[in-house]
């Protein structure tokens, strides 16, 4: 079992930033990609980055890329999500996700609760 939490979420003007945490408990988390997902009211969940095991490979939306940078310390089971130039369109739930491959059952994703990030223009 495999437990995520996010921190870091607040209010912020539009073009301040943000630094979103998410520790992972629980044993094969620094094995496999983790990232973020965001949802605003009324929007699917859309991707907003992801990152392989290793850290050397990301991914993002292509509306936050120049602007968002994900990381992740394997060693504390953290992903990170530094967000910078926030536009009011950046309004959302964040939510952190792990992919952890589990016997008998192969690979599945955990979510975080969601921390709200909320940008004011």
Not at 96 to 105: D, I, L, P
């Amino acid at each position: 079992q495999v437990h995520l939490v996010e921190s870091g979420g607040g209010l912020v003007q539009a073009g301040g930033s943000l630094r979103l945490s998410c520790a992972a408990s629980g044993s094969g988390v620094s094995r496999n990609a983790m990232g973020w997902y965001r949802q605003a009211p009324g929007n699917e969940r859309e991707l907003v980055a992801t990152i392989t095991s290793s850290g050397i490979v990301t991914n993002f939306a292509d509306s936050v890329k120049g602007r968002f940078t994900i990381s992740r310390d394997n060693a504390e089971n953290t992903v990170y999500l530094q967000m910078n130039s926030l536009k009011p369109e950046d309004t959302a739930v964040y939510y952190c996700y792990a992919n952890v491959y589990e016997t008998g059952w192969g690979m599945r994703t955990y979510w975080g609760q969601g921390t709200q990030v909320t940008v004011s223009s």
